[in-house]
Every structure is written in structure tokens, then in C-alpha cells.
């Protein structure tokens, strides 16, 4: 059977399954049968691994994306009365960290055509309050840190510390969401040594998994040891305990200290084993993920789609999500083409529904009224699949159908 042939059968393709398999379960198997399986070598390894890889001295490895970004704004002791900047169109994950620690939320929007934050927006909004920018690598497109680090400099003159590391950067912290863009570089640096702190997801539909997880970096800040914010971190995840449970383990070191009311939110050896395979295997994963981005691009760009552009001389991306705008559709005839897939066997999915639209937000008395660069990315968008475990005749599947269907209303 050729190709043409395959691709006209009906396949069923799932949005973004883990790619993982026998490799990370035997790994597994040996964090189980090694007797430990909480916080311990497998996870200092990985932390290792993923610090040199990046080009920075420290890496912490926690439970989620999520853990890591509230971690980086109570290392900068924000809180009440502060204000840090995130954008509208993202994950509320990006947003609801700022709340978490008691801090208020300033949405902006994003630019008119880019899924990246508006800076012009981000500097305007910025007052002696802000302490904070949490900008986001969507899909693994890294944002203009350039621009942030001009902003952030030309605003100094606002900035009031509230803490050593804030007071030793002597302006607002760069946290960027970096959950999407493992592996993504900006000119020529990997991403996760270009922010002040960088917040990094493992979570089952990334790119790069350990099930549930994520990965917090951080550049060196002057005055301020590596080593001081790696023990702080660790006090913040496990609950403040003085040790964690691989130090007890050392001859008569049972005895510890609750040095502060920290959280819980440590990354364990079963997940640190599934990662240290996907370490192995990511190079071919991001390669993979790049042949299929390109295939679409070379499909859908001729029919006037926009496309994310996930490679160019500025930047690579991890390639992470393939969102495409259908110019001249709005919301339900969008979602009456994601129906039309899922028929033919196709998941896709919608990145994302901007915050203002939820009702959280909403309640916080955020209106997508005053977002209308976000709604217009929102309304006539649709994710389609293009993770690893895709084959080339699920790729051509995917290209034929959609390009069928969308035909009708372009």
C-alpha cells in the first residue's frame, strides 16, 4: 500500500501522549528495587544533567512548572502589596502563582501578531510596585529577552528591594514560564540561562516528561551564592526541613530542623528515572518533533494559514506546539472544524483560551474586552497534533484531512 493509500484510511491520532516506554520503565523498576524512591540520587543526577546542559551552575528539579514559578517569586520574597507582570493569552499557571503568594496579578496583553507578550505594554505597566515579569516561551518560541532586560534596566529608577536578591539584581526579576521551551536556545543560549529564573514543565504532554515534574534554573546573581539559593529552594519544597531524607541517612545524622513553614512539592527518584532516560532520548525527540513541524509548515503556509515559526536565525524552539490561525473564521465555525477532525480520528486542541475568558479571572475583574489581541489569536486558532509518537503516515493523514476540511472556509 502507498502512502496516498495510507493516508486516506481512517487513523486515530491522540493529541499529545507521553512518548515513553521500556527504557524508562526498566529505569524505573531500578529506583524501586534500589530501595529509594523519594527524593535521592537519581533526582540529584538529573538536576546535574540538566544544569550543565543548559550552561548554568545549579538546576532544582520540584513536582510541577507550577511549583518551580512560586518558588522563584518566594526566593524574591514577593508578596502582598507587590505587583509582577504576566501576559493573557497563556496557561493559568503562568498567572496563578502571583496570587499564591499574595501578590497582585497584572495582565497585558500580547502583541497583535505574536503569541508573545506585548513589551511595550509590559513597560508601561510597570510601577514602583512591580517586582516581577513572568513572560512565556509559548510553544517553546522563546520571548525578546533583549527587550525584557532594556525595559527592566530603563525602569530602575522604580525598583525598591524588599530582599538580597532583589537588591543585589537592583531591578525587577525576569521569571519566565519557560514550561514549553526545554531545549529552546536564543541566540545562540539555551533557554533556562537567559532569565533570572526559569520555570521548567515535565508534565505528561511536554515534550520531555517525568510524568509529573519541572525543572527551576536560575543565572548566577552577583553577591549571592548558588549553592545559598539551591539549600533554599530545598527548604521551600520540603516543608523547611533542615535535611532532606537522603542527608538523614548518613551515619548518626537523624537529627534535623524546621527552619521555616515551608511546602511540599520535591521531585521524586520513580519520576528523576523516568527523566534520565528522556534525557538520553531527547536529542532524537526534538529532532523528530522538528521534521514533523516542518512538514506542516511546508503543507499549510501555500494556503495562507499562519503557523508558529519555530525555527529561524534568532532561535530554536523545542517545537513543542503547532497552533494554527484559519484568518476570516470565527469561534464556531473554529470549533465546528475541531468536530470535523476528532471524525476522522484527529484530536486537536486550542492554546489557550485567554486568561480574562475564565472565571477565576473574570472574578478578579479582569474583562478579555480589554485583550483584544488575545481574543483575535484565540478565536480563530486550532492546535493540531505533532508529538514523537507520530508516524510519517499519521503526519500526511493529518495534512490531508485538515487541508480537506479547512478548504471549506478559507
Not at 128 to 144: F, H, M, R, V, Y
Not at 169 to 183: M, S
Not at 229 to 250: C, E, F
Not at 264 to 285: E, H, S, W
Request: aromatic share 10%.
Amino acid at each position: 500500500m502507498n502512502n496516498k493509500e495510507n493516508s486516506t484510511l481512517k487513523r486515530n491520532i491522540s493529541f499529545s501522549p507521553p512518548d515513553v516506554g521500556h527504557m524508562e520503565a526498566e529505569e524505573v523498576a531500578k529506583a524501586i528495587c534500589s530501595g529509594w524512591i523519594t527524593t535521592g540520587p537519581r533526582t540529584k543526577q538529573l538536576e546535574k544533567k540538566i544544569a550543565k546542559w543548559i550552561g548554568v551552575e545549579k538546576c532544582a528539579c520540584l513536582n510541577s512548572q507550577t511549583a518551580c514559578g512560586e518558588t522563584a517569586l518566594r526566593l524574591l520574597d514577593i508578596g502582598p502589596g507587590d505587583e509582577v507582570i504576566t501576559c493573557a493569552y497563556t496557561y493559568t499557571a503562568s498567572a496563578s502563582v502571583i496570587a499564591h503568594v499574595g501578590a497582585k496579578i497584572i495582565l497585558v496583553d500580547c502583541q497583535p501578531e505574536s503569541f508573545s507578550i506585548d513589551y511595550d505594554a509590559v513597560e508601561n505597566a510597570i510601577t514602583e510596585n512591580t517586582k516581577a515579569i513572568i513572560p512565556i516561551d509559548l510553544g517553546g518560541i522563546p520571548c525578546d529577552y533583549d527587550r525584557l532586560f532594556e525595559i527592566v534596566e530603563k525602569k530602575k529608577n522604580l525598583f525598591h528591594p524588599s530582599n538580597d536578591i532583589q537588591e543585589s539584581l537592583g531591578r525587577i526579576a525576569i521569571c519566565a514560564d519557560t514550561a514549553h521551551a526545554f531545549g529552546s536556545s536564543w541566540h545562540g543560549k539555551m533557554v533556562g540561562a537567559i532569565a533570572d529564573f526559569s520555570s521548567f514543565s515535565f508534565h505528561a504532554v511536554k515534550n520531555f516528561t517525568t510524568a509529573e515534574g519541572g525543572a527551576l534554573t536560575w543565572n548566577t546573581i552577583p553577591g549571592i551564592s548558588n549553592e545559598e539559593i539551591y539549600h533554599r529552594i530545598q527548604l521551600l519544597s520540603l516543608h523547611g526541613q533542615s535535611k532532606d531524607a537522603l542527608a538523614k541517612t548518613q551515619l548518626g545524622a537523624w537529627e534535623y530542623d524546621i527552619v521555616e513553614l515551608g511546602y511540599k512539592c520535591n521531585m521524586t527518584d520513580i519520576t528523576a528515572a523516568v527523566g534520565l532516560v528522556q534525557f538520553q532520548r531527547y536529542p532524537k525527540l526534538l529532532a523528530k518533533r522538528r521534521a514533523i513541524n516542518e512538514a506542516y509548515d511546508l503543507a499549510f503556509k501555500p494556503l495562507g494559514i499562519q503557523v508558529m515559526n519555530h525555527y529561524t536565525d534568532q532561535y530554536t524552539s523545542s517545537g513543542h506546539l503547532y497552533p494554527v490561525r484559519i484568518f476570516g473564521i470565527n469561534d464556531a465555525q473554529r470549533r465546528e472544524i475541531i468536530v470535523k477532525m476528532a471524525e476522522k480520528g484527529i484530536a486537536c486542541n486550542v492554546h489557550y483560551k485567554p486568561l480574562p475568558m475564565h472565571t477565576a479571572y473574570r472574578n478578579l475583574g479582569f474583562d478579555i474586552k480589554d485583550f483584544p489581541n488575545s481574543y483575535k489569536r484565540y478565536e480563530n486558532l486550532i492546535t493540531l497534533p505533532n508529538h514523537t509518537l507520530m508516524e510519517q503516515e499519521d503526519v500526511e493523514y493529518v495534512i490531508d484531512k485538515f487541508t480537506e476540511i479547512i478548504k471549506e472556509y478559507i
